[in-house]
């Protein structure tokens, strides 16, 4: 066997450096001199070879058969050439020709090349997976590294990894600049031909969710619990809190003194005005609750089974109520689960307001 002392030191010290093992380099360069032997002779793949790291040796020999007559020639030798290499050759016998070392040796250094960036690119996508996924259904700070003046896609980094935020995901009027920190939501992790891939949101109604156990330590505690939470980013978000500790203000803590804590999200989130109210598991205080910041009258169960109700409001709330668009009750329905139908206390409504109580 050859030796070749450079070429298993050179493994070795990448071994160290990247933390690829040897054995595996090995057998990745074994495979590319098969394959390069296959397309040098005829697709002859019939290859003997010996990588000894312990012994800094290296050896190629390609397998033929030992004929009277060569045919062809990529798989067989005749049999007074084969005498020649072995005096023990004979007809219809398999032999080794060595092939030449150097030729080889350059093909098995490309390879531990390739080897070794392919691997750095698999560490990379295992860090990012890490990365992603210790962050999952969590708040990441990132920065701002680009952003797509067509698309809007803002491309953010936190930590090693790096991940797209659509613009879709965004806060509506949200102006992203490079170099911006921002906080945003790590809904899941999807793994694709190019490694994996963070979805990201700052859109999210659980990124409400998320900004207020960091902003109100009781929610962190688990004295007060979040609910439920619906959203229309960059407009209106409602969230229902409760706490089994009845000397406990659950409202109170999440708007904080004079609104610091509730006004420090607000800030977060561009403005999005937040209604936070009491959860009841009595659907007719918890409806009403969800109406904020309307006043309501009452609150009928139609059908309990299909989540039916009707509330009930003073005239002058009608519109609060049912909110720009619908919004407001629309909101509730989402934030409680339930169907809800506005109706005036006198009964009578006004054209503009049965037109978006009937969109509603």
Known sequence: MASNKELFLALQLLEKEKGIPVEYMISQIKKAIVSACRNLYGGNENVDIKMDPEKNAFAVKLIKTVVEEVEDENF??????????????????????????????????????????????DGEKGQMLVEFQSKQQEIATATVERVDPVSGNATIRFGKAEAVLPKAEQIPDEVLKEGDSVKIYVAGVKEGDRGPRAIISRTHPDFVKRLFEKEVPEIFDGIVEIKSVSREAGSRTKMAVYSEDSEVDAVGACIGTRGARVGAIVDELCGEKIDIVLYSE???????????????????????????????????Q?????????????????????????????????EDTEDESEEA
Not at 102 to 121: E, H, P, Y
Not at 291 to 315: H, N, Q, R
């Open 318 to 350: 009608l519109s609060l109520a049912i909110g720009n668009k619908g919004q407001n009750v629309r909101l509730a329905a989402k934030l409680t689960g339930w169907k809800i139908d506005i109706r005036p206390e006198s009964g009578f409504w006004g």
């Open 76 to 121: 067989e030798i005749s049999l007074e050439d084969a005498k020649v290499i072995s005096k023990r050759a004979a007809v219809g016998k398999e032999l080794g020709i060595s092939l030449e070392p150097k030729k080889f040796g350059r093909i098995a250094v490309q390879t531990a090349r390739s080897v070794i960036r392919q691997g750095i690119r």
């Open 282 to 316: 009595d659907p007719e205080k918890y409806v009403a609750a969800a109406l904020s910041p309307a006043s309501v009258v009452g609150v009928e169960i139609i059908d309990m089974e299909a989540k039916a109700c009707k509330a009930t409001v003073p005239d002058s």
